[in-house]
């Protein structure tokens, strides 16, 4: 039977060897540790800490056995924390609340732009009742990623794999999408928009299911959603890229979903006095959201593979091919196979374990509203007939007018912004392009709002010393860049319609009807509109200044840049 049909069960197998040592069949087993991800026998695997354990109270005796084993990433679904097996390795139970072993906490407040940790988690477990693994060529505490948060004077210590087993991994084919990044593959980036103003997401359901898209696609309506569930693939194979010949590993992006303050309730255990381990988030809140997760209360899906007229409702599973080929073991260079529907690993786990579950209301576009399907983007195309007279003469569909947008002079500097980002990148500087409305050109964005001499502009999100800048490159006539800083320390701008930076562009727009930036410098107008809303100020301007060589250029740009980070 090939590998990608083979069914997981609940058991984790346990060297003979081992268990004659430990020689008590009496014992059990506790997950102690789920520690970095890696890639092992042809697949993406993750390392569990066993300790054994004589009662079923969570009360450790020093010196019992612990071990390493090695699992496939989806069948964490199945585990947590604290799950308990049998002394053959067969599951018992995941922990539950009793009242007495293991207690619930009630209203943890978390900040998930200060309380995310990658490093120390070892500092905080050591001197506590809690086992720890001890290896002599082993750091499995190294490099993995926690939120720490203080609850009436208790320190409270969330291991990332709480996060991504409540908000992320629902199903077991979810996390084999988002491990491998199909989703990628199988679904468009963007949002677009139906008449009704109802977001619209397109999707390929021979690579990915409805039901896996429309999961995905919800991380969309949060804002900085879509980003923390994306890195958790895009930080995994970058780091694997590095050295993906010899045994790297790495512990998993695991940031929460939301931007602003978020209260837990949680089961786990007071390993200490004064600290407590958090097993598993039974249900949050957002401190100011009034209830509301999403932006939006409903969207829509569109199948661009759809040859049909079924809907969610009638759409047979069945059909989808059961055999896929092993994943790419070089992510560099993926030729990821088409088809990743297989029933096999599409499990979903009624074991009474909480998880982020909620979704809009949502629903799959018919065959019949086909005609519908391109309405965004002729919408778009609409619009840029009407920005202005140089837009109009190069806004054919076509990629050779797509291409030729940018004049000559503007389009050299444009290479040479992109070489400047990258040389800051490479000196660690956080540097990501971020967008309004996407635009047919690299990296590009189409204003939220239309202006008599305004076209696609590139922003990049540059990420300091806490602070989090935005510059902003458009293609007018005074050759001029703009840099915004977040007054607020530790916001991070959102990759797709970040609120601060699309209230800024439509209030300037709208009243100056272009980015005139030394008009905007000279008014104040950035500060007076901002104000309010955490706080844009403009940093600096820069000229399109060109040296001999594009290379001269981007050097030149790249050291502006970074002095003005302050």
Not at 193 to 216: C, G, H, K, M, Q
Request: overall charge neutral; hydrophobic content about 30%; proline content about 3%.
């Amino acid at each position: 039977m090939p590998k990608s049909q083979i069914k997981f069960n609940r058991k984790i197998k346990i060297d003979e060897s081992i268990c004659n040592e430990v020689n008590d069949p009496d014992s059990f087993w506790v997950i102690t540790m789920l520690g970095n991800t890696c890639w092992k026998e042809g697949r993406m695997q993750r390392e569990i800490v066993l300790t054994n354990i004589d009662n079923k109270n969570f009360l450790f005796t020093k010196g019992k056995k612990s071990l390493k084993v090695y699992i496939p990433e989806e069948k964490t679904f199945y585990f947590s924390l604290g799950t308990y097996l049998s002394y053959n390795g067969k599951f018992l139970e995941n922990p539950k609340y009793d009242g007495k072993y293991i207690t619930k906490l009630q209203d943890i407040e978390v900040n998930p732009l200060k309380d995310y940790n990658t490093n120390g988690i070892y500092q905080y477990l050591k001197g506590t009742n809690f086992p720890l693994y001890y290896a002599s060529d082993d750091m499995i505490y190294q490099g993995a990623s926690y939120y720490l948060t203080k609850h009436e004077d208790i320190t409270i210590i969330i291991p990332g794999h709480v996060i991504l087993s409540y908000f992320y991994y629902l199903s077991t084919l979810q996390i084999y999408h988002i491990i491998y990044g199909t989703f990628e593959d199988g679904m468009l980036r963007e949002m677009y928009y139906t008449e009704d103003n109802i977001p619209l997401f397109f999707y390929n359901s021979t690579i990915i299911r409805y039901r896996e898209a429309s999961e995905i696609s919800k991380y969309k309506l949060i804002r900085g959603g879509y980003e923390s569930m994306a890195r958790i693939h895009a930080d995994l194979y970058a780091t694997l890229n590095k050295s993906w010949n010899t045994s790297k590993k790495a512990y998993l992006t695991s940031k929460i979903p939301f931007n602003e303050l978020v209260k837990f309730d949680v089961i786990g255990r007071k390993i200490s006095k004064d600290k407590f381990l958090v097993f598993s988030i039974e249900n949050f809140k957002l401190s100011d959201s009034k209830g509301k997760n999403f932006m939006f209360e409903k969207f829509e899906m569109k199948d661009l593979s759809d040859h049909s007229s079924l809907n969610e409702h009638s759409e047979d599973p069945e059909k989808y091919t059961q055999h896929i080929e092993d994943p790419n073991p070089n992510p560099g260079y993926t030729d990821r196979p088409t088809n990743h529907n297989f029933n096999a690993r599409d499990l979903l786990l009624n074991d009474g374990r909480k998880r982020f579950y909620e979704i809009p209301e949502n629903r799959k576009q018919l065959k019949t509203e086909q005609k519908k399907q391109y309405i965004a983007e002729d919408k778009i195309f609409h619009d840029i007939d009407e920005i202005s007279e140089n837009i109009n003469n190069h806004n054919g569909k076509n990629k050779t007018a797509r291409g030729n947008f940018f004049d000559e002079n503007t389009f050299d500097y444009i290479k040479a912004l992109f070489d400047a980002i990258i040389i800051l990148q490479s000196q660690n500087i956080e540097c990501d392009y971020i967008y309004m409305r996407p635009a047919p050109f690299k990296n590009a964005s189409y204003t939220p709002t239309k202006g008599y001499n305004v076209g696609p502009i590139i922003m990049v999100s540059i990420y300091y010393n806490d602070f989090n800048y935005c510059l902003i490159v458009s293609n007018d006539t005074k050759g001029r860049m703009a840099l915004l800083k977040c007054t607020e320390k530790y916001y991070r701008f959102e990759r797709e319609r970040d609120y601060l930076i699309e209230t800024a562009l439509i209030h300037i727009i709208e009243k100056f009807s272009d980015l005139d930036w030394d008009r905007i410098r000279d008014t104040q107008e950035l500060k007076s509109i901002t104000e309010a809303n955490k706080g844009l100020i403009l940093r600096h301007l820069f000229n399109h200044n060109k040296l001999e060589t594009v290379e001269r250029t981007a050097e030149s740009l790249a050291l502006k840049i970074k002095r003005k980070l302050k």
